[in-house]
Structures are given as structure tokens and as C-alpha cells.
């Protein structure tokens, strides 16, 4: 063996990760290298038992499973909140103890999978000076500097899935269902979902929307002759001059979610007085879109970042991130994917799309 490299995976989990360790480990093995993997994100740094050697043995059948092999966090140590809500510092001792770790399992480089948290501080472990490849993850697909992260299109495919099955039982009823979907601050998961699925409206958290308008959409297209209706609303999405619905969590924390329920009361007061006209029901899908296989694509997209991971290792350019732009992988710095967020254009050629075949977003 003449290079140690390690891998963890970090934040929230998604469909694909598994398949991003497998082609570490199979690029590596090529090499001749050793791969490490951290146990429950960067907290696995911390802990003396807190890794394994990940080989081509045990990685043998995960490129197909949901989830991580390792676990993951978005908790800990390595999660620094600023004051404004951004990412603050990370704690030297934190730092130092990374580097001990690193240091005692003599590993040369560190592949940190995660979502723009992570990377953040995969950056800041950069700047510390440890030699950092960044791969990007998330369903929310919301980071800058890549046109796509694995995980998307999985949560896709279950929102498209989930209104497929909503549609049957709507039209059943001639009923409105509200479906709440993931994305945090950003609209992709609604918005390509809701296409796919055939939503008849779709709210997004970059398109304010008015509970009128949208009821004026449900009454029109009862006129037309379509008793039921389908409506999906991402869980960031706000009213024009409002605010995102958040509820609070087991913790303590306040986590986005809410506002299907919220829509449907809205819904119910603008269209069912004096008499009830129309039910509203609402389905919150929640970590369904998380869980299970990923989907073709994010298999290959996971594999192919995984190679490119150590590719960049192998170049010693540190501090990148792997990135996929116009139908390759190419790499980029880290620091400008973290910059912000990547969200919907409202003048893009999906919401055009979308608008053209007469579907609503509320305003
Ligand atoms: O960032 C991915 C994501 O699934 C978001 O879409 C969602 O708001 C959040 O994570 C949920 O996180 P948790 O599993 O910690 O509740």
C-alpha cells in the first residue's frame, strides 16, 4: 500500500452515497490505496473507534442501497451556526484533533461527502491545511458550482411517484390534495416533480405566491371540467410578503414544514364558505424522498464523482470539489460552491414549461 486516503460521509443522507464510497474504493484499489472510512460524518474523526477500512470486499453491493454504510450527522462537533444563521468557526481543539487523527492513520487526503454545511467545513479544514476533495450531495439539489448533486433525482422520482398515486385517488374523489415536498430554501424538488408528476400547481419558495390565486386556479379548473386537483408545495415556499412555515422539532430546534396543512386551511376558507364544495386533503411526504435505492442516474452520477474524487487526489489538487457541468465531472473549488445558494430562476425554461401547459405557481 503505498497511499492512505479517507472518506466519510456527512449531513443529511441520500440515495447514492453508497455508490460515491464504492467507486472511491474501487478507483483506490486500482492504486494500490488504502480507504478509511469515518463512521457518522466528521464525528468518526473524533472517536478512537470512529472508522473502518472500507475494501473492495465490503463495499461488494452498495452501490444499489439507499442510506450510508458509514452513518452520518448533520449534528456535532463540525457544525458551527453564525449568528445570522450562517456557518461560524470551527473549534481549533476540533481542527488539531482532526489532524491527530489523520496523522495516526497516516492519511494523506480526506474525500468529505456532504451538502453545502459539510463542505463549508470541509473548507475550513482546507484552510487548516488537511488536504480535502469535496463531492457534492444533497436532494435539495441547491448548490452553486454543480448543475446537479446525486440524491435529486431519487427524491425526484418519489415525489413523481407520490402524484401519481395522489392522482388516482383524487379523481376518485374529486378532491384537492396538497402534497408538502423537501428542498429547503430552494424550489427544485417541487418544481421537477410536480412536472413530472402532472401537478396542476406548484409553490415555490422563489415564487411568492397568494392563497386568492390559487383558488382562483382550483375554481377554474372546475369550470374546465377537472373536479380534482393537485397541488404541490415545497416546504420553503412563502406567500407574497410572508414568511416560511417552520415548526418545532423534538429537540427544541425550529425545522421548515407546515405548509401544506397551512394551504389547505387557507384553501378551505376561500372555497368551501358558505358550503363545503371541494375536501382538501394534504400529504406531507417528508423522508420517503431520503430513503430507498437511488434511481440510474444517481448510481452513475455517485460512482463517476467517487472516481473523480480520487482522480483529483491522485493530481493533488486539494481543496476542489467534484462537480458536474454539461455532461461531464469536472472540479472546481470548494469555496465557490459554498458561496450561496443555488435556487429557481423564475424566468427559467422549466417554470416557461410549466406555465405553458397551464400549470399555476399562485400568483
Ligand atoms: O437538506 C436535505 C433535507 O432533506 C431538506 O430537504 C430537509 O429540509 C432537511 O434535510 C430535513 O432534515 P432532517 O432529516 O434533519 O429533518
Request: glycine share 14%; hydrophobic share 40%.
Amino acid at each position: 500500500m503505498n497511499k492512505t486516503i479517507g472518506v466519510l460521509t456527512s449531513g443529511g443522507d441520500c440515495p447514492g452515497l453508497n455508490a460515491v464510497l464504492r467507486g472511491v474504493v474501487c478507483t483506490a484499489a486500482k492504486l494500490d490505496w488504502k480507504v478509511i472510512g469515518f463512521r457518522d460524518g466528521y464525528e468518526g474523526l473524533l472517536a478512537d473507534d470512529g472508522h473502518m477500512e472500507l475494501t473492495l470486499q465490503n463495499t461488494e453491493g452498495i452501490m444499489q442501497r439507499g442510506g450510508t454504510i458509514l452513518g452520518t450527522t448533520n449534528r456535532g462537533h463540525f457544525v458551527r451556526k453564525g449568528g445570522s444563521g450562517g456557518r461560524g468557526r470551527l473549534d481549533p481543539v476540533v481542527i488539531a484533533r482532526t489532524k491527530e487523527t489523520l496523522a495516526r492513520l497516516r492519511i494523506s487526503a480526506l474525500v468529505t461527502i456532504g451538502g453545502d454545511g459539510s463542505l463549508s467545513t470541509s473548507q475550513q479544514l482546507f484552510e487548516a491545511g488537511i488536504n480535502v476533495i469535496g463531492v457534492p450531495k444533497t436532494i435539495d439539489n441547491d448548490l452553486e458550482a454543480t448543475e446537479s448533486s446525486f440524491g435529486f433525482d431519487s427524491a425526484v422520482a418519489c415525489v413523481t411517484d407520490a402524484l401519481d398515486r395522489l392522482h388516482t385517488t383524487a379523481r376518485a374523489h374529486k378532491r384537492v390534495i396538497i402534497i408538502e415536498v423537501m428542498g429547503r430554501h430552494a424550489g427544485w424538488i417541487a418544481l421537477h416533480g410536480g412536472l413530472a408528476g402532472g401537478a396542476d400547481a406548484i409553490l415555490l419558495p422563489e415564487i411568492p405566491f397568494s392563497y386568492d390565486r390559487l383558488a382562483d386556479a382550483v375554481r377554474a379548473r372546475e369550470k374546465s371540467g377537472h373536479p380534482s386537483t393537485i397541488i404541490v408545495v415545497a416546504e420553503g415556499a412563502r406567500l407574497a410578503g410572508g414568511r416560511e412555515h417552520y415548526h418545532a422539532a423534538q429537540s427544541g430546534e425550529y425545522r421548515l414544514g407546515g405548509i401544506g396543512e397551512t394551504v389547505a386551511h387557507e384553501l378551505d376558507r376561500r372555497i368551501n364558505r358558505p358550503r363545503l364544495t371541494k375536501e382538501i386533503r394534504t400529504c406531507v411526504l417528508g423522508h420517503l424522498q431520503r430513503g430507498g435505492d437511488p434511481t440510474t442516474l444517481d448510481r452513475i452520477l455517485g460512482t463517476s464523482f467517487g472516481v473523480k474524487a480520487v482522480d483529483l487526489i491522485a493530481e493533488g489538487k486539494f481543496g476542489q470539489m467534484v462537480s458536474y457541468q454539461h455532461s461531464q465531472v469536472l472540479n472546481v473549488p470548494i469555496a465557490s460552491a459554498v458561496r450561496r445558494q443555488k435556487i429557481v430562476q423564475t424566468d427559467c425554461q422549466m417554470v416557461a414549461t410549466c406555465r405553458a401547459i397551464g400549470i399555476s405557481f399562485g400568483d
